[in-house]
């Protein structure tokens, strides 16, 4: 069972959110507006938030920022506007899903599925690995840059994360897409060039690990 908070200003897109989510025996509460979505998220903790974009007050995207200086839990927006640009600023902020209304339920809840089980799953059993001075502990989702932890969104951990347990495999856009995002993403290959632009420049020196792959994707470059 799942603890979920859904923020959405419109009445009718909590109800049935709420009903498909509890029908799988999950506990859902509920925010009218990203102040709201905030101020729940300090106070109790959420398996998966649920944000939609355009809300009163404070909007989704300005409300997943300030969640973002408090915890890393998981975040689903939502969203009238399908625009790329509105999408890649979202992953940008530190979402780790974006779906555009309208949608059917039952996909919503497959994707909040996805993105749960992809946080809580068993890491590999090399607990920290290094690079010279870069460390990555997979149990606590540290990232260090000689010594100083790294600010990274959690999409971002994901990403790193995949492609150093894949160390010196060459991985297509799309194998990133489906395994990264976990499942088929609507998007093209611009959305996993900018979050590899992002890890790149948060890694600093170690970013020489990251090599590209022209015309095909990226690897993790390491002895």
Same mark, same amino acid.
Request: hydrophobic share 40%; net charge negative.
């Given at each position: 069972?799942? &603890?979920?908070?859904?923020? #959405? ?17 999950h506990r859902v509460v ?34 997943? &920022? ?15 506007? @399908? ?6 600023? @979202? ?21 909040? =599925?996805?993105?749960?089980?992809? =946080? ?12 010279? @001075?870069?460390?990555? %502990? ?8 000689? !010594?100083?932890?790294? =600010? ?5 951990y994901d990403l790193l994360?995949?492609?150093?347990? %894949? ?6 856009? %799309? ?11 609507? !998007?093209?290959?611009?959305?996993? #060039? ?6 790149? %420049? =948060? ?5 020489k690990y990251i090599v ?10 390491? #002895?």
């Amino acid at each position: 069972m799942y &603890k979920i908070l859904i923020a #959405d200003d419109e009445q009718k897109i909590r109800e049935v959110l709420r009903e498909y989510a509890e029908f799988e025996g999950h506990r859902v509460v509920e925010a009218v507006d990203g102040m709201q979505a905030v101020e729940l998220a300090k106070q109790e903790e959420f398996d998966i938030i649920i944000l939609d974009v355009m809300m009163p007050r404070l909007d989704g995207f300005s409300a997943c &920022k300030e969640i973002r200086k408090l915890k890393q839990t998981p975040v689903l927006m939502l969203s009238a506007r @399908g625009e790329e640009y509105d999408k890649l600023f @979202g992953f940008e902020i530190g979402a780790d899903d974006y779906v555009v209304k309208p949608f059917s339920p039952k996909e919503v809840l497959a994707r909040i =599925n996805a993105i749960i089980k992809r =946080n809580k799953q068993v890491d590999a059993p090399a607990d920290i690995v290094c690079f010279e @001075g870069l460390e990555i %502990n997979f149990t606590s989702r540290d990232v260090k840059i000689d !010594g100083v932890k790294a =600010n990274l969104t959690p999409k971002e951990y994901d990403l790193l994360f995949y492609l150093v347990r %894949n160390k010196n495999i060459a991985l297509s856009r %799309n194998k990133l897409l489906e395994e990264v995002w976990g499942y088929d993403f609507f !998007g093209d290959d611009r959305t996993i #060039d900018t979050h590899i632009k992002m890890l790149r %420049n =948060n890694l600093g020196p170690y970013r020489k690990y990251i090599v590209t792959l022209r015309g095909m994707g990226y690897k993790f470059e390491a #002895d």
